[in-house]
């Protein structure tokens, strides 16, 4: 028999109070994953400089992977009627019982894991707003301002001794310089970061920040306010995508040459070539996996025993579509060269590309699409800054980070968690916006801790039906997809020793580690400064403890002879695998 507390737990009716409002359906959640699909954009120039010609098979077998995870997370997502914040925050339960640890770096990876998609978008979005209010002028050899310099007695020594080409060469860099605009080259403040990255506050950062507050403006109005904002962008963003896959194959733009042969960029399937593939998958999980997103509003589902599994499901199927389209097209069109030209590589380039595909370069077709990849950046920056304040808010409540996150506004938003959110990104963004290694070291360092969260909570599946085989569960995942994702589990970590090293720079994996420990201190802060070594009353309701019962270890040794194997497999990864000679 269920409980009275788990009863109420699953109930539909929404619910009274300060804390988030009962607002949407499978529908609302739906749209606001829509921007994973728009992620892709962020990383397919390196994808194609990773990957080669495998950069294609690499998003298909990425996508797919994280469909078969969806149906995992959809079951624990299903235990948790009373809480949002994601995956990690109902994985994070089952650890509890084995270490005070292991479940708030669950919580903490997801976070720093999915909050860098808003200073990473934006960069890329402030990219397309300067071209298009401040584009760096184009000259030819010929150019009437490129031959006057040439011709200029004040430039006969920049040109002494120079072939005709070289003096050509010379001048247009000279002339290119001198007429852009001055807000391209506006730098406030430049300086390295411990020699780790640069940082720069410039026109790119200042941008990047207003698309932030825009995004912080739209949520602050609750859920479902954003939900329907995000509904009308993705319907705009989608679509042109779909055609984008679709057109290319049916107008010649597709050539088959660009596909094959199946061989790393290295050339061949040595183990530097195997270290290239598996850095390639390691970073297309964090795009291709993130419509995990969908189940972190569980706590503001109407109704969400039907709509947590029904949201990650279209999701991810969603996902699927475009994902394995739009890849498999932009490289059929452009071939290896041209995904790792700077312009794609950066992101700033891919709507010109895509006009080309569908357009035959149409300046009308290329401006609908650039207006068309600032609508899909916006959208994964609102779905970020959405899924990512939830798993502090979530956080805030049940104890793992500092009390003031589990603040809401009278619309249901977590406003405390959207400005740590919002502070957190606008240092990243400085960094983001100086140059494509601290964009890519980012991305890594973020992935470290994606790779984490995955992990933890795909084992966190078969330690909740052990430690509570009782509790109802609205979706239960079939056991051979619940064993293939366990395995999926290890793997990721395999992907994550072997590939952290491929972006950006080769110590990516440690600093990754490194920021994940940071939850270390900030954890003792919260549980025994500021709750005197209790979690809070109500944080395992769900599962019908309640106070301090944590509940039986009924898993036994078997959590922690997981986490020995996925020590192993990091390990394992990291120091078999090797890049290729420079």
């Not at 041209?338 to 569908?358: C, E, H, R, S, Y």
């Not at 996150?405 to 240092?427: I, Q, S, Y």
């Not at 980012?442 to 795909?458: D, Q, R």
């Amino acid at each position: 028999m269920i409980s009275e507390t788990r009863a109420a737990a699953m109930s539909s009716a929404p619910e009274q109070g300060d804390g988030l409002h009962r607002a949407i359906d499978w529908k609302g959640a739906f749209w606001i994953a829509s921007g994973v699909p728009a992620l892709v954009m962020i990383s397919i120039g390196g994808m194609g400089a990773a990957a080669g010609k495998l950069a294609f098979v690499v998003w298909t077998i990425s996508v797919l992977m994280g469909f078969l995870q969806a149906y995992s997370y959809a079951e624990i997502a299903g235990l948790f009627a009373n809480k949002s914040g994601g995956a990690a925050v109902y994985g994070a339960a089952a650890w509890l019982r084995y270490s005070k640890l292991i479940a708030p770096l669950s919580v903490w990876c997801n976070w720093y894991a999915w909050t860098p998609v808003l200073s990473l978008g934006c960069t890329i979005a402030a990219g397309y707003i300067l071209n298009a209010i401040a584009p760096i002028p184009t000259f030819t050899a010929t150019s009437p301002e490129v031959v006057s310099w040439l011709h200029a007695a004040a430039n006969a020594a920049a040109i002494d001794g120079k072939s005709v080409e070289e003096a050509a060469k010379i001048a247009i860099a000279a002339v290119t310089q001198v007429h852009t605009p001055a807000l391209r080259s506006l730098t406030l403040l430049n300086f390295s970061f411990f020699g780790v990255v640069n940082v720069e506050i410039g026109s790119t950062f200042f941008i990047g920040a207003a698309l932030m507050l825009m995004a912080f403006a739209i949520q602050h109005r609750g859920i479902f306010g954003t939900a329907r904002v995000q509904m009308w962008i993705g319907l705009l963003v989608v679509v042109p995508m779909l055609i984008v896959g679709l057109v290319p194959f049916f107008n010649g733009s597709v050539h088959s040459e660009n596909y094959f042969p199946l061989v790393p960029p290295v050339g061949d399937w040595s183990n530097g070539g195997w270290t290239q593939f598996l850095g390639a998958l390691f970073i297309a999980g964090w795009s291709t996996y993130a419509f995990e997103t969908a189940v972190c509003y569980t706590r503001e589902f109407k109704n969400p025993a039907v709509d947590t599994k029904k949201s990650i499901v279209r999701a991810g199927l969603l996902c699927v579509v475009l994902y394995s389209l739009v890849a498999a097209t932009f490289q059929g069109y452009l071939g290896l060269e041209g995904m790792t030209a700077p312009g794609i590589v950066d992101g700033t380039g891919v709507a010109a590309a895509m006009g080309q595909m569908v357009g035959t370069g149409s300046t009308f077709v290329t401006h609908l699409l650039e207006m068309m990849m600032v609508l899909a950046l916006i959208l994964a920056i609102m779905m970020a800054m959405a899924g990512s304040s939830r798993t502090l808010y979530q956080g805030g409540v049940d104890g793992w980070l500092p009390k003031y996150l589990g603040h809401v506004n009278e619309h249901g938003a977590p406003t405390k968690a959207m400005w740590t959110d919002l502070v957190f990104n606008l240092g990243l963004l400085s960094f983001a916006s100086s140059d494509t290694n601290a964009y890519y070291f980012i991305l890594a360092i973020s992935n470290v801790g994606y790779m984490l969260f995955i992990f933890l909570n795909l084992q966190s599946v078969w330690i909740h039906r052990i430690d509570s085989p009782n509790i109802p569960r609205p979706y239960r995942t079939p056991n051979w997809l619940v064993a293939v994702n366990v395995v999926l589990g290890f793997f990721n970590l395999l992907l994550m020793g072997a590939g952290a090293k491929v972006w950006g720079n080769p110590n990516s994996l440690w600093y990754g580690i490194g920021f994940a420990l940071l939850i270390l201190p900030v954890f003792f802060y919260r549980h025994y400064v500021q709750d005197k070594g209790r979690f809070p009353d109500h944080m395992l309701q769900d599962l019908d403890l309640k106070s301090q019962d944590l509940g039986e270890r009924r898993a036994g040794m078997l959590p922690y002879l997981a986490l020995a194997l996925g020590v192993a497999v990091i390990l394992f990864g990291h120091y078999y695998f090797q890049l290729p000679p420079a």
